[in-house]
C-alpha cells in the first residue's frame, strides 16, 4: 500500500467536496472541517517525507476563522483550495519522479 497515492486521492477528494459546498452556499458554512482535515493530512505528508524535501517547509497549517463574516469564512475556504492545489502538486511530482527512476 502507499500511503502517498491514498493521501493524493484523499487531498483530491477534499477539493471536490470544497467546490460542492461552496456551490451550495459559499460563505455560510463553517470552513473548519475543511481546515482539520487538511492540517491533518499535511501532518501525514510531512511525516513520510521527513528529513526528504526541504520543499515541505513551505506549506504551513492553517488556523480557521473565528469570525461569522462569509467573506472571511470564503477567504479561509480559498487559501485551503490553494494550499491543496500545492500539496497535491508535490505528491504527484514526488511519485512521478519515483517512476522515471
Do not use: H, W
Amino acid at each position: 500500500m502507499d500511503d502517498r497515492k491514498i493521501l493524493l486521492a484523499m487531498l483530491k477528494a477534499l477539493v471536490t467536496d470544497i467546490q460542492n459546498i461552496q456551490q451550495k452556499g459559499a460563505g455560510y458554512y463553517s470552513a473548519a472541517p475543511f481546515v482539520e482535515k487538511y492540517n491533518r493530512v499535511l501532518g501525514k505528508v510531512r511525516k513520510i517525507f521527513e528529513g526528504q524535501s526541504v520543499l515541505l517547509d513551505t506549506f504551513a497549517e492553517i488556523e480557521d476563522t473565528k469570525s461569522v463574516d462569509p467573506a472571511d469564512k470564503m477567504k479561509t475556504t480559498q487559501r485551503v483550495t490553494i494550499e491543496l492545489g500545492q500539496l497535491i502538486a508535490f505528491l504527484e511530482a514526488s511519485m512521478k519522479d519515483e517512476k522515471s527512476s
